[in-house]
C-alpha cells in the first residue's frame, strides 16, 4: 500500500509533539541534576573523604568501603535517592559511624577518593582525626537547655569530655536547678554522629553537617593576634592604602568640618 504524504499540519504537530517531548524530558533530567547538587553539598561521606568537588570525580562508585563496614553505616545512593548516584554515604540518626580503629572503609578504596593519609596520625590509621562533619546543637530544640537534665550526647561521644563537654550554668528561672548545656568543640568533632543518634528528642536537637556547611568562615581580613599560627597567614599578606580627598585631612579636621556654617 503507498503511504501518503504528510501533511504540513501533521508535520507541525508531530513536531511540537517531540518539542514538548524533549523539553519535558530535559526538565526532568535538570531538575533530578540540581536535586543531586544541592544533596551533596549536605551528605556526610565515610572517613577520609576527599573535597566533595574531588570525591565525585574520583569515586568510581565501587561500594568496596560499603561492604567493609562491619555496621552497616555507609550506603550507596540509588536512583530516586536524589543523591549521586552510586556514591557511599551514611545518615547518623540511622546507623552512625561506630569510629571503628582500623577504619576498614579507607584503605580498600582503589582511587584515593577515601584518603589514608588524612585519618593517618604518626603512620598509624586513627579515626580520631576524621573529618566526616561537625556537630550542630538546635539550642531550642535541647531540652538540656530547657533545664532538664540530659546528657545523652554527651555520654555517645566517643571523644568524651572532648568533642562535647557539658557547661553548667545556674537556672534563673527556678533559681535552685542548673542547665547542663552539651557544647560542641569543632576542633575535636569528627562528625560520627553518635550524638545524632542518641539524642532523646524527636528529632534530633544535636545533628551532623559536613564542616563547611556548619562553620562559618572569618576570611582573610581577620587575624587571630594572640593565635602565633594563624598569624602565619600574614607572612604573605600584601596591603593596599587607598587615599581620598578626606583621607588627607586629619580625624578632627575631617570631623569637624562644615560646622562652622551650623553656629
Known amino acids: 500500500m503507498k503511504k501518503e504524504p504528510l501533511s504540513d499540519r501533521r508535520k507541525f504537530i508531530l513536531n511540537m509533539a517531540r518539542g514538548v517531548g524533549l523539553a519535558t524530558l530535559g526538565g526532568f533530567v ?13 551528605l556526610l561521606r565515610p572517613p577520609g573523604a576527599i573535597k566533595e568537588s574531588d570525591f565525585l570525580r574520583t569515586c568510581i562508585k565501587c561500594g568496596l568501603c560499603v561492604e567493609a563496614c562491619p555496621f552497616d553505616t555507609l550506603v550507596l545512593a540509588k536512583p530516586g535517592d536524589n543523591k549521586p548516584l552510586g556514591t557511599p554515604y551514611f545518615v547518623p540518626r540511622d546507623i552512625p559511624c561506630y569510629m571503628c580503629p582500623e577504619i576498614p572503609c579507607v584503605p580498600v ?26 556537630a550542630v546543637i538546635d539550642d531550642e530544640s ?19 569530655g572532648k568533642a562535647i563537654t557539658i557547661e553548667y550554668q545556674k537556672n534563673e528561672r527556678t533559681g535552685k536547678h542548673a542547665f ?38 572569618a576570611g582573610d581580613y581577620y587575624i587571630k593576634g594572640w593565635d602565633k599560627e594563624d598569624e602565619k597567614r600574614l607572612e604573605n599578606a600584601t596591603s593596599q592604602t587607598t587615599t581620598t580627598e578626606i583621607s588627607k585631612e586629619s580625624a578632627i579636621d575631617s570631623l569637624n568640618e562644615g560646622l562652622e556654617d551650623l553656629y
Not at 578504596?109 to 561537625?134: H, K, Q
Open 180 to 217: 547542663m548545656k552539651p557544647i560542641v568543640h569543632s576542633d575535636a568533632c569528627t562528625g560520627c554522629g553518635l550524638c545524632e543518634k542518641a539524642c532523646v528528642t524527636e528529632k534530633a536537637a544535636i545533628f551532623v553537617l559536613p564542616r563547611e556547611v556548619a562553620k562559618g568562615r
Open 30 to 42: 535538570w531538575s533530578a541534576y540540581v536535586d543531586e547538587v544541592t544533596a551533596s553539598s549536605l
Open 109 to 134: 578504596c582503589p582511587t584515593g577518593a577515601l584518603d589514608e593519609s588524612s585519618v593517618t596520625r604518626d603512620g598509624i590509621l586513627d579515626i580520631n582525626v576524621a573529618d566526616m562533619g561537625v
Open 142 to 160: 535541647c531540652i538540656a537547655f530547657w533545664g532538664i537534665q540530659c546528657d545523652a550526647c554527651y555520654r555517645a561521644c566517643p571523644l568524651l
